[in-house]
């Protein structure tokens, strides 16, 4: 049986790591917003990236407390930026049959924009589906994270 | 035809990420949107009968791309999988009414419909895997989805089960990968029928017949389904008994046997014991039963029996090289029960979901005389059970009767002899049903019950009108022949399949 | 020789996940699992002396788009990678469903222990 007391975990931590995280989440997640975009040049794309964009916010979360981010981030938005994600997905791939004929057909590589190779803009469609996958995955792991981090004291659980 | 194929799953996919969106306040806009997506999806199915074609997806070519192909077995499924998703959507627009979070439910119920479409469409291995784990994803979380006790703990059984199934899957791919280097699903075959099967390969069946084995609740590996599709809302639980447990086990584990592996006598009879296995012990089990829903689940766990009985009968004659026609009568028996049972198997746990809705219990001892008080759910109840019985001229019995036929034609009199039994069995067990559930006296406290309204009673009645007229499949040839016949000559001609549907030239 | 070690931690894995008690454990056994199977799938995909697959300034012909045959052939496969990639994310969303399960199963029953959660009977 599990006993004794399990902590509130809503407070936050000493000075010292609030002040500095509150500064090191902002490089973190700079650094995401660089692997989604170069997903197609270096390693990582869509699914690294947003893992690294949802870990900057659960950097705040153990810091500061659960009550924090969910004000400066809240769960509705985080929803509908995950609806808009997948949304966004889905309408590159649409693109991709009204304007070339096949689904999910790489569109802006073959006719309108191919760019030169080891370049930014250079292989169509990818680094757009790798932006949508970031965010869409971003929030997605940010609202596990917050559903998860709801404390149980004993056996009565606060869940809406 | 083949331009429409991507929409099977875009459709479902894109509409399970639009209605969250609707939240709490447009609820009825999304059961309206919900339901006008899966009777589109039913008509475009019906519409796919007959043909059939390759897609390529972003026009890559067939070596290097991701291919969705349509051929007999295909539409057979789409059919069946999109008929059964229809009918439980209707009826959940009403029984959904009980739970908070109904956009939830729909947007898991649209994502479970792409990942089955997608399934049966698949045309390379690792496809088919990321179809699967979808829609057993989604499943996991439509079984626990009240958050009651026993929801949660069934949950949870079906999924560590489950997600041992998928590790098997994947390193079966992952070996079947190492051996071929190929995951297209035409190249893999040609490559195993110049080389022959190594002790990889042969490792590799071994581990899909296990995992598609422990997703299609086969004997052995059956202890989560009593528990997974007693405790599901009704409408999933008749998807989940109507069209998972055979699309993920039973469709993907003959595709890899028939067309990439091709047959051998050995695994015939593996899965002719499997099956007689399950039905045996499937009609054992329920007998004893008293609750409404577990009954009819080991009652599923009997008829998937049937199904690989007749699949096995008909890789075993294949493999024999004996007649083809015996071959091919035995697996029409199998295909046909599977359609059969996706439509009465479903109308059975409709039919319980109306009757927990009205009286609030599944006990059959705190149940009596239903019948006056719920004429509809009753009438549909009988018919469903003697259908799956197997008296004529229900379709159940012609399934039944093609089966017994065809192993009388093998010369295995004593499987024959089984079938009759395990039917009896089965007799047995609905006549239980309709005794304490509908005949006899109502109890006091079900005095003040009626009947329920709208979409759930035409729900009901549509899949009542197709058990009656699901016999004429057989009986008329010429549906015979451009709905069932294609599917059969799909798994006789084994792997030579993808060389006559024109893919390997791509 | 290493596939035979990737198997021996898929059994450990299995054996986690059928034998254990605690609900904790059973998790962890599917995660050990997965971690196997991705690890075989990777594996596979392995060239002695190879490097990885990541095309370069040095990989391009100059003046033409072609890529040099030096790197087909001593880049180690790339499919596998993808292959696992996928498979990462799909066990990441099972391993999230089956502890927020895990998580209200012990608000409901109090205890993490699977011999007390049987009101299924039979």
């Known amino acids: 049986m599990q006993t004794g007391k399990i902590s509130n975990g809503t407070k936050g931590m000493t000075v010292i790591v609030k002040t500095v995280s509150s500064w090191v989440r902002v490089l973190i997640f700079l650094f995401g917003i660089n692997i989604v975009l170069f997903g197609h040049l270096t390693p990582g794309g869509g699914f690294a990236g947003g893992v690294i964009l949802a870990s900057s916010y659960v950097l705040l979360m153990l810091a500061f407390g659960r009550e924090f981010v969910e004000e400066n981030l809240p769960l509705p938005l985080a929803s509908k930026l995950d609806c808009l994600g997948a949304f966004m997905f889905a309408l590159v791939a649409i693109l991709g049959i009204v304007l070339g004929g096949s689904f999910f057909l790489n569109f802006l590589y073959q006719k309108y924009l191919p760019g030169q190779p080891l370049h930014l803009v250079s292989a169509g469609i990818i680094p757009l589906a790798n932006i949508a996958i970031g965010l869409k995955v971003g929030a997605s792991l940010f609202l596990i994270t917050l559903m998860l981090s709801i404390s149980c004291k004993g056996r009565e659980c606060r869940f809406e | 035809m083949t331009k429409v194929l991507p929409a099977f799953v875009l459709i479902p996919l894109v509409m399970a990420f639009v209605l969250p969106v609707f939240g709490k306040k447009g609820k009825n806009i999304a059961t309206v949107l919900a339901n006008l997506v899966t009777i589109t999806l039913f008509v475009l199915a019906i519409a796919c009968i007959g043909k059939s074609g390759v897609y390529q997806v972003g026009n890559w070519s067939i070596r290097v791309g991701i291919i969705l192909v349509l051929d007999g077995l295909s539409s057979l499924m789409l059919l069946a999988i999109n008929l059964v998703s229809a009918a439980a959507m209707l009826f959940s627009a009403r029984y959904m009414e009980q739970y908070t979070a109904k956009s939830k439910y729909l947007s898991l119920f649209m994502l479970m419909v792409a990942a089955m479409n997608g399934l049966v469409l698949a045309g390379d291995l690792f496809n088919l895997f990321v179809f699967l784990e979808i829609a057993s994803l989604a499943s996991y979380a439509l079984v626990g989805f009240g958050c009651e006790h026993e929801e949660l703990e069934?949950?949870?059984?079906?999924?560590?089960?489950?997600?041992?199934?998928?590790?098997?899957?994947?390193?079966?791919?992952?070996?079947?990968?190492?051996?071929?280097?190929?995951?297209?699903?035409?190249?893999?075959?040609?490559?195993?029928?110049?080389?022959?099967?190594?002790?990889?390969?042969?490792?590799?069946?071994?581990?899909?017949?296990?995992?598609?084995?422990?997703?299609?609740?086969?004997?052995?590996?059956?202890?989560?389904?009593?528990?997974?599709?007693?405790?599901?809302?009704?409408?999933?639980?008749?998807?989940?008994?109507?069209?998972?447990?055979?699309?993920?086990?039973?469709?993907?584990?003959?595709?890899?046997?028939?067309?990439?592996?091709?047959?051998?006598?050995?695994?015939?009879?593996?899965?002719?014991?499997?099956?007689?296995?399950?039905?045996?012990?499937?009609?054992?089990?329920?007998?004893?039963?008293?609750?409404?829903?577990?009954?009819?689940?080991?009652?599923?766990?009997?008829?998937?029996?049937?199904?690989?009985?007749?699949?096995?009968?008909?890789?075993?004659?294949?493999?024999?090289?004996?007649?083809?026609?015996?071959?091919?009568?035995?697996?029409?028996?199998?295909?046909?029960?599977?359609?059969?049972?996706?439509?009465?198997?479903?109308?059975?746990?409709?039919?319980?979901?109306?009757?927990?809705?009205?009286?609030?219990?599944?006990?059959?001892?705190?149940?009596?005389?239903?019948?006056?008080?719920?004429?509809?759910?009753?009438?549909?109840?009988?018919?469903?059970?003697?259908?799956?019985?197997?008296?004529?001229?229900?379709?159940?019995?012609?399934?039944?009767?093609?089966?017994?036929?065809?192993?009388?034609?093998?010369?295995?009199?004593?499987?024959?002899?089984?079938?009759?039994?395990?039917?009896?069995?089965?007799?047995?067990?609905?006549?239980?049903?309709?005794?304490?559930?509908?005949?006899?006296?109502?109890?006091?406290?079900?005095?003040?019950?009626?009947?329920?309204?709208?979409?759930?009673?035409?729900?009901?009645?549509?899949?009542?009108?197709?058990?009656?007229?699901?016999?004429?499949?057989?009986?008329?040839?010429?549906?015979?022949?451009?709905?069932?016949?294609?599917?059969?000559?799909?798994?006789?001609?084994?792997?030579?399949?993808?060389?006559?549907?024109?893919?390997?030239?791509? | 020789m290493p596939y035979a070690l990737c198997f021996l931690l898929f059994m450990i894995g299995l054996y986690c996940a059928v034998v254990k008690k605690n609900l904790v454990k059973i998790v962890i056994g599917l995660a050990i699992m997965e971690y196997a199977v991705n690890l075989f799938l990777i594996m596979l995909g392995y060239r002695t002396g190879g490097t990885a697959p990541i095309l370069d300034k040095t990989y391009i012909e100059a003046g033409t788009n072609k890529i040099v045959a030096n790197f087909i052939n001593t880049s180690v496969d790339p499919l596998p990678q993808a292959l696992v990639l996928t498979a990462i994310v799909i066990s990441l969303g099972s391993l999230a469903l089956i502890i927020s399960i895990s998580i209200r199963i012990y608000g409901k029953y109090g205890t993490f222990d699977i011999t007390e959660i049987r009101r299924l009977k039979g």
């Not at chain 2, 997600?163 to 075959?189: E, K």
């Not at chain 2, 993920?248 to 014991?273: D, E, H, K, P, Q």
Request: net charge positive; glycine share 8%; hydrophobic share 55%.
């Open chain 2, 154 to 506: 069934a949950s949870f059984k079906y999924m560590v089960l489950g997600s041992v199934a998928s590790s098997f899957i994947l390193f079966a791919i992952a070996l079947v990968y190492g051996n071929t280097a190929y995951l297209n699903m035409a190249c893999i075959s040609k490559s195993i029928q110049a080389s022959g099967l190594n002790i990889g390969l042969t490792f590799a069946l071994a581990l899909f017949i296990v995992g598609f084995g422990l997703k299609a609740a086969l004997v052995p590996f059956h202890a989560w389904l009593p528990d997974a599709h007693s405790s599901a809302p009704a409408p999933i639980s008749a998807m989940l008994s109507g069209i998972i447990i055979k699309t993920l086990g039973v469709y993907a584990l003959t595709r890899i046997l028939f067309n990439i592996f091709g047959v051998s006598i050995s695994v015939g009879w593996l899965l002719i014991t499997l099956g007689l296995l399950s039905m045996i012990a499937g009609a054992f089990l329920a007998i004893g039963q008293w609750d409404f829903k577990r009954l009819l689940a080991y009652s599923s766990i009997s008829q998937i029996g049937y199904v690989v009985l007749g699949i096995g009968l008909g890789a075993t004659l294949l493999a024999k090289k004996a007649n083809p026609a015996w071959a091919s009568l035995a697996l029409l028996g199998g295909l046909f029960h599977l359609v059969n049972h996706a439509v009465y198997k479903s109308l059975l746990f409709l039919t319980s979901g109306s009757v927990e809705m009205s009286t609030g219990t599944r006990q059959l001892k705190e149940m009596g005389g239903l019948a006056q008080r719920l004429p509809v759910t009753r009438t549909a109840c009988t018919v469903a059970s003697a259908s799956i019985v197997g008296i004529p001229p229900f379709s159940g019995f012609w399934s039944k009767l093609i089966l017994v036929i065809a192993a009388v034609q093998a010369g295995l009199y004593w499987i024959a002899a089984i079938i009759v039994f395990v039917s009896l069995c089965t007799l047995i067990m609905y006549l239980k049903v309709q005794r304490y559930a509908f005949l006899g006296e109502l109890p006091e406290n079900l005095q003040q019950i009626k009947e329920n309204k709208g979409s759930m009673l035409v729900a009901m009645a549509v899949l009542a009108f197709l058990c009656v007229l699901m016999g004429l499949l057989v009986i008329i040839p010429s549906l015979r022949d451009s709905i069932l016949k294609p599917a059969v000559d799909v798994l006789t001609v084994g792997p030579k399949h993808w060389e006559i549907a024109g893919i390997l030239k791509m």
